[in-house]
């Protein structure tokens, strides 16, 4: 369900904003010995839910139409699933395909930091954040198996996507200290 919102987020987005100004148009009208509270709350909620006819009535002519125009074309220009994401062959979901992402996007970093190492184009200092990067890759790459064998075995993966993401954003923060640190 959450991976359909992931790609569909500019059609969740609007059902979320219809379903919101169903609910405002629904609000009772302020009557006259309304409180100033709700007649503000009332003003507010309609200006935010962009009901446009309630809050200008009808001084704005051909609102309606400029609204519709200058709509079209973001709505025409948003494709219905453009955040795609396209998962490897042989991974078990988009987690499992992005945790690969990043794995071997810190591996390449910690091969590519190695030979400059070696051949002594790295400062010194820059020692500490690769044997920091290379133990966190290892903690990562612990982790990602251990997830990938709870969804081969059928095991909620609950918990362990906690600790997966956990791990996966202390990599990518020991990849950032490690080009901070060679430049």
């Known amino acids: 369900m959450i991976e359909f919102f992931i ?3 500019f059609w969740a987005a609007v059902a979320i904003y219809w379903i919101f100004s ?3 148009s ?3 009208d302020p009557g006259t010995n309304a409180g100033p509270g709700y007649l503000w709350l009332y003003r507010f909620v309609h200006t935010i839910a962009g009901n446009l006819t309630t809050a200008f009535g009808n001084r704005i002519p051909g609102l309606k139409i400029l609204v519709v125009l200058l709509l079209m074309p973001l709505v025409l220009s948003t494709a219905a699933c453009a955040a795609h994401y396209k998962i490897h062959p042989g991974a078990l979901n988009a987690t499992d395909s992005a945790a690969y992402d990043t794995l071997f ?4 970093t910690i091969d590519q930091a190695r030979l ?3 051949n002594q184009q790295l400062p010194p200092r820059a020692k500490d954040a690769l044997n920091t990067l290379i133990q966190a890759y ?3 790459r612990e982790s990602w198996l251990i997830y990938r064998g709870a969804l081969a075995n059928n095991v909620p993966p609950d918990l ?3 600790q997966l993401a956990k791990n996966l954003s202390d990599l990518t923060n020991a990849i950032r200290a490690l080009r ?3 430049q």
């Open 26 to 28: 629904a609000m009772p």
């Open 138 to 140: 290892t903690v990562a």
């Open 180 to 182: 901070e640190v060679k």
């Open 116 to 118: 400059d190492y070696q």
């Open 160 to 162: 362990y996507v906690q």
């Open 105 to 108: 996007i810190a591996e390449t």
């Open 7 to 9: 790609q569909h987020q």
């Open 22 to 24: 169903a609910a405002v």
